[in-house]
């Protein structure tokens, strides 16, 4: 059977929506699959100075810079004052995980247990 006159305008239009992804798509970097990557870890027993950073760095193989990152905690959670500032990947397999101690007092962190995701 033939196509009418309505049908034959939307067949079109999603046609010119599809070249019009491929045409994107083709301009874009390949990126291929990779399986989620889980690793699991503690926050050791550092002190952060009041009303400072700190910094500590996992090895998370497989993981690249601008790659999307998951830090979940368990039972454990941390010190009150103590709150996750940011988490990134600052190079080829190395996530920096930067706390930050909002009070006024040191605080010693009590070896927490968490996960990074990717």
């Keep these: 059977s033939k196509i009418g006159g309505s049908e034959y305008q939307s067949m079109k239009k999603i046609l010119l929506f599809f070249a019009l992804v491929m045409s994107l798509n083709a301009s ?4 291929p699959y990779v399986a989620s990557i889980s690793v699991s870890s503690t926050i050791g027993t550092g002190t952060v100075i009041a009303n400072q950073d700190f910094d500590f760095s996992i090895t998370v193989t497989g ?22 500032k940011q988490v990134s990947v600052t190079g080829n397999n190395t996530v920096v995980i930067t706390l930050h101690n909002h009070t006024g007092a040191n605080i010693v962190l009590n070896n927490a247990p968490f996960t990074v995701k990717k």
């Design 63 to 84: 993981v690249i810079v601008g790659d999307a990152i998951n830090l979940t905690f368990g039972a454990t959670r941390l010190p009150i004052g103590i709150v996750v």
């Design 28 to 31: 874009a970097q390949y990126v």
